[in-house]
């Protein structure tokens, strides 16, 4: 078992940055596939991102695609989702998760991902 803690989000401007932060602790963290969700008011949790254990290799949702980069330090145990160009549409509620029976799979699904964590708040002020 994984326990994640979300951090970083808070409120910015359109076109703005920030980078949020998942701080893992427990089990394997290192060579887990993790991920990031989201979930805007009145809208089901979608998948924003994915990375298998080096960050080789990533996946994005074609909304992020180009603005928002998964990373990880695998020696702080902590994951990363650096969004730039920031739009109102990314408002949400950011979950980090991780799939701690799999180590280079990857996918989009939230039944892939067995650990979650509770979430930051991102919002973009238009």
């Known amino acids: 078992q994984v326990q994640l803690v979300e951090s970083g989000g808070g409120l910015v401007q359109t076109g703005g940055s920030l980078r949020l932060s998942c701080v893992a602790s427990g089990r394997s963290f290192s060579r887990n596939v993790m991920g990031w969700f989201r979930q805007a008011p009145g809208k089901e949790r979608e998948f924003v991102a994915t990375s298998n254990w080096s960050g080789a290799n990533t996946v994005y949702a074609d909304s992020v695609k180009g603005r928002f980069t998964i990373s990880r330090d695998n020696a702080k145990n902590t994951m990363y989702l650096q969004m730039t160009s920031l739009k109102p549409e990314d408002t949400a509620i950011y979950y980090c998760?991780?799939?701690?029976?799999?180590?280079?799979?990857?996918?989009?699904?939230?039944?892939?991902?067995?650990?979650w964590g509770q979430g930051t708040q991102v919002t973009v002020s238009s």
């Open positions: 998760a991780a799939n701690t029976r799999a180590f280079s799979t990857l996918s989009r699904a939230k039944s892939s991902f067995d650990s």
